[in-house]
């Protein structure tokens, strides 16, 4: 099945620094990948995704870039701010399929 | 903006009991989901729902687990005998993208605490 894998653990960024959150996929029929940020006791929220026929994706401060060919893809921040402190999970699924498969998660504290 | 809703919020149960999780999904969805988190654990999926019937299940849903639609807005999620180790928080989830399980809509999910 799909394993997903993401780096780091742990990100600590000064505000307004960027923030990028790696994750890598083995499926490669896997074509669609989204992010949630989930801050502490809350659900998890999607905050931006990518379908497989897509290099790059951009929301305001947030982007995803994939690279199918080598299987990974990775969140990038800008402009970092305190409120964005939370665990980040990217998550991997096929079209068709009812499962996402969720990396570890990355906890990114921002520092004011 | 809709959202998906879960009762209760916390439950606590005495090993070998049945519980049952509640959610709502929204109202214009057709896949339902249910996903658990063990705490400080990445999110895992448990199973998929699609017209009235499972369209996936991971190994975690073994028979202890089953899932209902009882009427056009509920959702369940039934654990038979509970085990210490199905304590977890889980997230009901619904999506409304035909033939994908895109852009999931996560509930604030129910905190199971098994004694």
């Known amino acids: 099945g799909e394993n997903v894998e993401q780096h780091p653990s742990t990100l600590s960024v000064q505000e307004g620094d960027s923030a990028v959150i790696k994750c890598t996929y083995s499926d490669s029929a896997s074509n669609y990948f989204p992010w949630y940020k989930q801050e502490l006791g809350k659900r998890p929220q999607l905050i931006i995704d990518?379908?497989?026929?897509?290099g790059e994706k951009k929301d305001q401060r947030i982007a995803v870039t994939l690279n199918k060919t080598a299987k990974h893809f990775s969140l990038h921040i800008t402009e970092t701010q305190p409120e964005d402190s939370a665990v980040y999970f990217c998550?991997?699924?096929?079209?068709?399929?009812?499962?996402?498969?969720f990396g570890d998660g990355t906890t990114l504290t921002v520092k004011p | 903006e809709p959202e998906v809703t879960q009762t209760p919020s916390h439950q606590v149960t005495q090993m070998g009991q049945e519980v049952i999780l509640r959610c709502v999904p929204i109202?214009?969805?057709?896949?339902f989901y249910w996903y658990r988190q063990i705490l400080g654990q990445k999110v895992e999926f448990l199973v998929s729902f699609y017209n009235n019937e499972i369209s996936e299940k991971s190994e975690i849903f073994d028979d202890q687990f089953s899932v209902e639609r009882p009427d056009g807005s509920n959702f369940t999620l039934k654990i038979r005998s509970t085990k210490l180790e199905d304590s977890a928080m889980y997230f009901c989830?619904?999506?409304?993208?035909?033939?994908?399980?895109?852009?999931?809509?996560f509930g604030s999910g129910t905190q199971l605490s098994v004694l």
């Open positions: 109202s214009n969805h057709l896949y």
């Open positions: 989830a619904s999506s409304t993208d035909r033939g994908s399980n895109e852009k999931l809509f």
């Open positions: 990518i379908r497989s026929n897509v």
């Open positions: 998550a991997a699924s096929k079209v068709n399929a009812g499962k996402s498969t």
